[in-house]
């Protein structure tokens, strides 16, 4: 998956929601999701968290390309 664009508050829960089906529908082995480069809004830090607590409990891990090592500590913060 690849998110184009930092995420809205009005279209946070959407994007999470649709990772979401996407994830329970194909059932895959692994998630990466392709982010731009810059820090993430805290709504697409929102959205990420969200995916990462639902892919671990699901026994699917989830990585992110492209992101810095700052929003990777950021998503470990706030999905624990």
């Not at 998630?31 to 995916?51: E, G, K, N, Q, W």
Request: aromatic share 0%; net charge positive.
């Amino acid at each position: 998956m690849t998110l184009h664009h930092d995420l809205a508050v009005t279209n946070r829960g959407a994007a999470a929601l649709r990772i979401q089906a996407l994830v329970q529908e194909h059932r895959p082995a692994r998630v990466v999701i392709a982010v731009p480069a810059a820090d993430p809004s805290p709504a697409t830090l929102s959205a990420l968290a969200r995916a990462h607590r639902m892919c671990a409990g699901l026994g699917v891990p989830l990585t992110l390309s492209g992101a810095s090592d700052r929003t990777l500590r950021l998503l470990d913060a706030n999905s624990a």
